[in-house]
């Protein structure tokens, strides 16, 4: 006989189950799953537009600027001088007063290379600036 029979005394029959961290672990898969389903939905939705004639060329909110290890500099993907690179972000900024410029800087540039195409970007009164970085895995 077990010690608690041996003593006279019952165990309590079980009322109630509690279900509080099985509601935990069912909403903790839904946020999950409907994170993950607003990724498949944007990157599975391939669509081929139209074209009108009186549309107008799509003006880009930011203009993406890289700079190589060597010290270089490239405006989307076309390499550039410091002074064509002012005027690309003038005629940029001109079309889109609210644009931003995302700096892609290599691992291996310096530090002053980023820091000189910032000050390029100010000369044009661009204030909004963004370091593109990875993400940390």
């Known amino acids: ?40 939905v944007a990157q599975s939705l391939k669509v081929d537009l139209p074209n009108s004639p009186s549309s107008s060329d799509a003006v880009p909110l930011e203009a993406q600027v890289t700079v190589k290890k060597d010290g270089s500099l490239l405006y989307g993907e076309k390499p550039v001088s410091e002074a064509d690179l002012v005027g690309n972000l003038r005629e940029a900024f001109r079309k889109d007063p609210e644009m931003s410029v995302v700096i892609t800087g290599d691992r291996a540039a310096a530090h002053g290379d980023i820091v000189r195409v910032v000050g390029l970007a100010k000369l044009e009164d661009i204030t909004k600036f963004a370091i593109q970085v990875e993400p940390k895995p």
């Open 1 to 40: 006989m077990t010690g608690a029979l041996a003593s006279g005394r019952r165990r309590a029959p079980i009322v109630g189950i509690n279900v509080t961290p099985m509601v935990d672990v069912v909403l903790v898969l839904l946020v999950i799953m409907m994170v993950s389903a607003t990724y498949i």
